[in-house]
T-cell receptor, first 113, second 115 residues
C-alpha cells in the first residue's frame, strides 16, 4: 500500500543547478500539493493542483514550477536552485481540496550549497 | 503574521498520564481543524479533525476540543504511550470557498512520553 511516493529522498545541489522532485499517489485522489518545511516552521504550501490539468500558487511559490503530469503524478521543479531553497519538501494528496485530510509522502531533504 | 500558533515547542509527559497539546488561531474564517503527527524522517500523518459545528471529536485515545469563542483547540491523548512521542502539528482551513484548498499549519509541538 504505497500511498504517496516521493523521489529522491535526499539531494544536494549546487547554487544555480536545476532539478525536479517527483511525486506519485496511488489512492485515486483528485488534489495534490507541494509543501516545504523549514526548521522551527510549520509546513508552507508551495503549489497545489486541485484536479488533473490545473495548478495554482500557494503561499511560497517563488523559484518553483510544477507540472500535473496526470492524475497520479505531480512534479516540482527548481529551475535555478538557491541556498534559501534548502528545506524538506513534502508532497501530499487528498480526495478533494476542501475540508479533508491530506496524505503526505516521506519527504525529500534538499540541500543547496 | 502567524495565523495558527502552537506556543509550546515541546512537552514531556509520563507514560499513562494525559498529554494536552494546545493550538490557537487568529483567522475567523477557519472552520475546519486537523491534527497531524510526525515522526523523524517521515511525512506527517493525519490524526484527527474537527469542524466548527462541533466542540469535541473523539477517536480512541485522542480527543480534540474546539472553543470557537476563544479561537482555541486542544488535543488530549489519554493514556499517553511512548509510541506517541512525535511532533504534533495543528492545521486549519476554511471549510469552503477561498483558501479552502490550503492547510495553514502551526510550528508544531514535540511531545516526549517518558516510560
Amino acid at each position: 500500500n504505497a500511498g504517496v511516493t516521493q523521489t529522491p529522498k535526499f539531494q544536494v545541489l549546487k547554487t544555480g543547478q536545476s532539478m525536479t522532485l517527483q511525486c506519485a499517489q496511488d489512492m485515486n485522489h483528485n488534489s495534490m500539493y507541494w509543501y516545504r518545511q523549514d526548521p522551527g516552521m510549520g509546513l508552507r504550501l508551495i503549489y497545489y493542483s486541485a484536479s488533473e490539468g490545473t495548478t495554482d500558487k500557494g503561499e511560497v511559490p517563488n523559484g518553483y514550477n510544477v507540472s500535473r503530469l496526470n492524475k497520479r503524478e505531480f512534479s516540482l521543479r527548481l529551475e535555478s536552485a538557491a541556498p534559501s531553497q534548502t528545506s524538506v519538501y513534502f508532497c501530499a494528496s487528498s480526495i478533494r481540496t476542501a475540508n479533508t485530510e491530506a496524505f503526505f509522502g516521506q519527504g525529500t531533504r534538499l540541500t543547496v550549497v | 503574521d502567524q495565523q495558527v500558533k502552537q506556543n509550546s515547542p515541546s512537552l514531556s509527559v509520563q507514560e499513562g498520564r494525559i498529554s494536552i497539546l494546545n493550538c490557537d488561531y487568529t483567522n475567523s474564517m477557519f472552520d475546519y481543524f486537523l491534527w497531524y503527527k510526525k515522526y523523524p524522517a517521515e511525512g506527517p500523518t493525519f490524526l484527527i479533525s474537527i469542524s466548527s459545528i462541533k466542540d469535541k471529536n473523539e477517536d480512541g485515545r485522542f480527543t480534540v476540543f474546539l472553543n470557537k469563542s476563544a479561537k482555541h483547540l486542544s488535543l488530549h491523548i489519554v493514556p499517553s504511550q511512548p509510541g506517541d512521542s512525535a511532533v504534533y502539528f495543528c492545521a486549519a482551513t476554511p471549510y469552503s470557498g477561498a483558501g479552502s484548498y490550503q492547510l495553514t499549519f502551526g510550528k508544531g509541538t514535540k511531545l516526549s512520553v517518558i516510560p
